[in-house]
């Protein structure tokens, strides 16, 4: 399984961050995996963000849920993360992941390479 991560590396604050993950080697709609988002800003553990179930159900982060969106596109086997409000803060490492069955958010055996957004004006 290889997972890509894609989209813009520097967005202007207050606009919305958009990337995308493409997964080869493996459908996510695969009964039991889940997909998610883990950023690292810059001196900074891992945050969890949120993911997408294999049923498509969403769940997020509490302190990110209001500005966080994840949807996925099944024909395309991507699945998208949308950041709304971005501030400097929201500077960070993002990856894309895949969570096995039965393993909560912790739990992540297949990462992407991870991609630099950057918030600046």
């Known amino acids: 399984v290889q997972l890509q991560e894609s989209g813009p590396g520097l967005v202007k604050p207050s606009q919305t961050l958009s990337l995308t993950c493409t997964v080869s080697?493996?459908?996510?709609?695969?009964?039991?995996?889940?997909w998610s988002w883990i950023r690292q800003p810059p001196g900074k553990g891992l945050e969890w963000m949120g993911g997408?179930?294999?049923?498509?159900?969403?769940y997020y982060w509490p302190s990110l849920k209001s500005r966080t969106s994840i949807s996925r596109d099944t024909s395309k086997n991507q699945f998208t993360l949308q950041l709304t409000s971005v501030t400097p803060e929201d500077t960070a490492i993002y990856y894309c992941?895949?969570?096995?069955?039965?393993?909560?958010?912790?739990?992540?055996?297949?990462w992407g390479q991870g991609t630099q957004v950057t918030v600046s004006s």
């Open positions: 992941t895949r969570i096995p069955p039965r393993s909560d958010w912790s739990t992540n055996d297949y």
């Open positions: 080697g493996g459908s996510i709609g695969t009964n039991g995996y889940a």
């Open positions: 997408i179930g294999y049923s498509g159900s969403s």
